[in-house]
């Protein structure tokens, strides 16, 4: 065995011992300054540049990793390491045991994997954590069914707990801790972009559309009747803000409805490159970036001169939406909800897969006569 206190990247792997990287370098018997001294000439020799040349390979049935003879060792790493989400560690078992091997063998002998192990996936953002919720709604599982969210709804209603509380069922304390945690889980579901609709009847979706349909015209949720009218459905709204320039992965239902409208398809490709969708199954793809609305308008330019010149011309568009509607079944389509200022008519327009265009009039809400007078005022 060669001198611990200097050891070399070139060591032949089968003449490895614990130590040569300076780890376990000191003896007992050494005072603070020589072990100090030992440490320092070990990680001084140590190379500064880490070669990626240890394969993984991809072979199914190859048995899994145990630690359960360890128990003591295990419980602390599941409770100390892997759980917390403010430590920079991976949040998994497996994650905290590779982090550290890697970071050994990184150290001892100058090498690291050909690739990133799965378990470490988010390393080099320094593993920002996800809870359960999160990692779901990343994957495109679905996060909560429509009974859990009617409960989560109605336990955040303090009527709820106050009654437990007035019959000594749990303290006043344990009733607030508990009215907190259902507002905090709440909260966490609105911060992914998840709509918990009061109506009981009604699912969960990754998108209010409805509020995104009627802010743009005043609040009014008479907005909503046209598309109600012509069975249009709304999968995507805002694509620019809910889509193309929205930060993070994406979901799988999201991409598949996006990939569904044909004419943004570079556009959507990009958005998959960029966020890595799928290891990255966009890489080789031609790409054109959307971050705006005039970068849409590139890849569908003979649909917005129908919809700005001629009788059009004076055409406001307020949103552009990802949807569906009755006759297109379950093609996509590209729907611009918009007022001809000119004119006083809102008007949507309907890009369908085939390129045809279809003009829908609000008569319903917007272009009745009441309205237009008041609007006039």
């Not at 295990?74 to 989400?85: G, I, R, S």
């Not at 090498?111 to 809870?131: A, C, F, H, I, M």
């Not at 966490?188 to 743009?216: H, P, Q, Y």
């Not at 004076?314 to 729907?335: N, R």
Request: proline letters at 3%.
């Amino acid at each position: 065995m060669g001198n611990s206190a200097n050891p070399s990247n070139n060591i032949p792997l089968e003449d490895v011992e614990v130590g040569h990287a300076g780890l376990y370098v000191p003896d007992k018997s050494d005072t603070t300054d020589q072990a100090h001294e030992k440490i320092v000439n070990a990680l001084g020799i140590i190379t500064d540049t880490i070669t990626p040349n240890i394969l993984i390979k991809e072979t199914l049935n190859v048995g899994k990793i145990l630690i359960n003879c360890e128990k003591g060792i295990k419980t602390w790493v599941a409770d100390n390491l892997a759980k917390p989400v403010d430590n920079g560690l991976p949040n998994s078992e497996t994650g905290v045991w590779i982090h550290y091997l890697t970071l050994g063998i990184e150290r001892d002998f100058g090498r690291t994997w050909d690739k990133e192990p799965v378990s470490l996936n988010g390393r080099e953002y320094n593993y920002k954590k996800q809870s359960s919720t999160q990692k779901k709604a990343s994957s495109g599982k679905r996060v909560i069914t429509k009974a859990e969210k009617n409960d989560l709804l109605m336990k955040s209603n303090w009527s709820y707990w106050m009654p437990m509380v007035s019959a000594g069922k749990m303290s006043m304390e344990e009733g607030m801790k508990e009215f907190q945690q259902v507002a905090e889980k709440i909260q966490e579901l609105e911060n992914l972009g998840i709509t918990l609709s009061e109506n009981k009847t009604a699912g969960v979706s990754d998108f209010n559309v409805d509020r995104s349909v009627i802010d743009v015209w005043g609040g009014n949720w008479g907005a909503l009747d046209i598309l109600q009218k012509h069975k249009i459905t709304i999968l995507i709204p805002d694509i620019i803000e809910n889509f193309f320039s929205k930060r993070g992965s994406v979901k799988i239902k999201i991409m598949n409805a996006a990939l569904g409208c044909k004419q943004l398809t570079l556009g959507v490709y990009h958005k998959g490159k960029v966020t890595g969708y799928k290891s990255n199954m966009f890489a080789s793809y031609e790409t054109e970036e959307i971050q705006t609305r005039e970068d849409i308008w590139k890849q569908v330019p003979e649909f917005y001169k129908a919809i700005s010149t001629g009788k059009n011309s004076g055409y406001e568009i307020k949103s552009i939406h990802i949807g569906k509607t009755k006759t297109t079944g379950k093609d996509k389509c590209l729907i611009v909800d918009g007022v001809n200022i000119k004119s006083s008519k809102r008007i949507l327009f309907v890009l369908d897969s085939k390129d045809g265009i279809t003009t829908i009039y609000d008569d319903l809400w917007y272009n009745n006569e009441e309205v237009i007078k008041e609007m006039e005022f």
